[in-house]
């Protein structure tokens, strides 16, 4: 079997260059960003954002926190926009403490504009203070990601006021929840506690319901996460209408009251900023910000009631929005590819291994394949009616560990990911960026 060739990116082997499995290629496909996080400090402890040339070699520092320590603030998590030299990413509050360090509901999304300045625009504002701004949140954001527009940030979110609640109740609220920003209007909010509260210059709200006791059999949710834009312009509807939509992995609660991860969707209206039925926007000292009039989310998949129970990864689109790929078990319990429309349907099998697919589901830009980590190696699956071995493409030899965070360009030449190699001097491993040509 031939295997292509694998270019190492990165060469510093004093700490890691991790991709995070975002979207980490610039629009012109000439830089990969990443972040710069420890083992055992983690995001907390990445005090860059840098960016590596896939030609040249030549690293760049996008973005750095001055004397960030081991609990923060920190920085990880890098995007690129797909059509501006635009890079979002985490940005853990500036007043961390060792007491009161980086956590999932103390941070925040900001962005280098780099045509502009290297000058840190925060995207989402925090308001922790009652009475509460509508268009800003209360916690944290992370894993931020660009509309194939570059007019919206979409992101997971965990609630500072909702884990206060938690801590002083000893009952479930800090659920983990989806939300996004939109390129509209700046959120003006007066910082009464200094370092808590961040204006910002996008509009924010949370789209997704979660609830800390779904209904048994329902389609509530406790839990969203594993969520990405679907298409680059949205979906078509059965009427031939396109939406804006996000996909995402929902936990219901099963007939037999076991927690199940599925597939759902979400539809996002144009207008974000009018109160849905479910609560105010901005939420109260006891409730989640509520999504806004319009958004709509939808179970897809409905594995509770299999033998082989949930889905799992992050739900990626293709381009044109008309397919979404996600990991389940099949009937003889192996996690492999399926794919199901946005619209609804019975899940298509795409992958049929005798052992479980790894992860790192990215489609080729033509919509015609998948790419994805099985037994060590990076695969590309094509989506046809032929059989599986002539659709199957094993592209890198076998690796232990394997392969991770893998990134496909935006013209579908060339994949990115992330490799451990070991520091002779010190013995320790970090990851390396490594390139694999296609054409």
């Not at 830009?365 to 071995?389: A, H, M, Q, T």
Request: net charge negative.
């Amino acid at each position: 079997m031939r295997f292509l060739p694998e270019i190492q990116l990165t060469n510093d082997l004093s700490y890691h260059h991790d991709l995070d499995n975002n979207d980490n290629f610039s629009p012109d496909n000439q830089w990969l960003v990443y972040d710069t996080r420890t083992d055992e400090g983690g995001i907390a402890a990445s005090s860059k954002i840098e960016k590596v040339n896939i030609i040249s070699g030549e690293t760049k520092v996008v973005y750095e926190v001055k004397n960030n320590l081991f609990f923060g603030p920190g920085v990880g998590a890098a995007s690129y926009s797909p059509v501006a030299n635009q890079i979002v990413f985490i940005h853990g509050l500036n007043n961390v403490t060792e007491q009161n360090p980086y956590q999932q509901w103390r941070r925040t999304g900001v962005m280098i504009d780099e045509a502009r300045n290297d000058n840190p625009i925060y995207v989402d504002a925090r308001d922790i203070n009652s009475p509460f701004t509508k268009g800003a949140l209360r916690g944290g954001t992370h894993r931020h990601e660009f509309s194939g527009d570059g007019n919206w940030i979409g992101f997971t979110y965990n609630d500072a006021i909702m884990k206060a609640l938690e801590d002083s109740t000893g009952q479930k609220h800090n659920l983990r929840t989806i939300g996004v920003s939109k390129k509209s209007k700046s959120i003006e909010v007066s910082d009464k506690k200094e370092g808590e509260n961040i204006s910002g210059e996008w509009f924010t709200a949370l789209v997704v319901k979660v609830t800390p006791n779904p209904k048994i059999g329902s389609d509530e949710i406790s839990h969203a996460a594993g969520d990405s834009w679907v298409g680059k312009n949205g979906y078509s509807k059965p009427d031939g209408t396109r939406q804006m939509a996000r996909a995402f992995i929902g936990t219901v609660k099963a007939e037999n009251g076991e927690n199940v991860d599925e597939v759902f969707i979400v539809d996002i209206p144009e207008n974000i900023e009018i109160d849905g039925e479910s609560g105010p926007l901005e939420g109260t000292k006891t409730q989640l910000p509520q999504p806004p009039k319009g958004a709509s989310q939808r179970r897809l998949t409905y594995t509770a009631k299999s033998n082989h129970k949930g889905c799992t990864g992050i739900v990626r689109a293709s381009f044109d929005g008309s397919l979404l790929a996600f990991l389940a078990k099949d009937e003889q319990n192996i996690k492999q590819i399926f794919t199901i429309s946005p619209n609804g349907g019975k899940p298509k099998q795409i992958t049929f291994h005798e052992s479980n697919v790894e992860g790192s589901i990215r489609w080729n830009p033509s919509g015609k394949s998948i790419f994805y980590i099985w037994n060590g190696s990076i695969c590309e699956v094509e989506i046809n009616n032929l059989d599986f071995d002539k659709r199957l493409k094993i592209i890198s030899k076998p690796s232990e560990p394997s392969p991770t965070n893998l990134v496909v360009s935006h013209d579908g030449n060339t994949l990115a990911f992330n490799r451990l190699i070991e520091n002779p001097q010190s013995g320790l491993k970090n990851k390396q960026i490594f390139l694999i040509q296609l054409k």
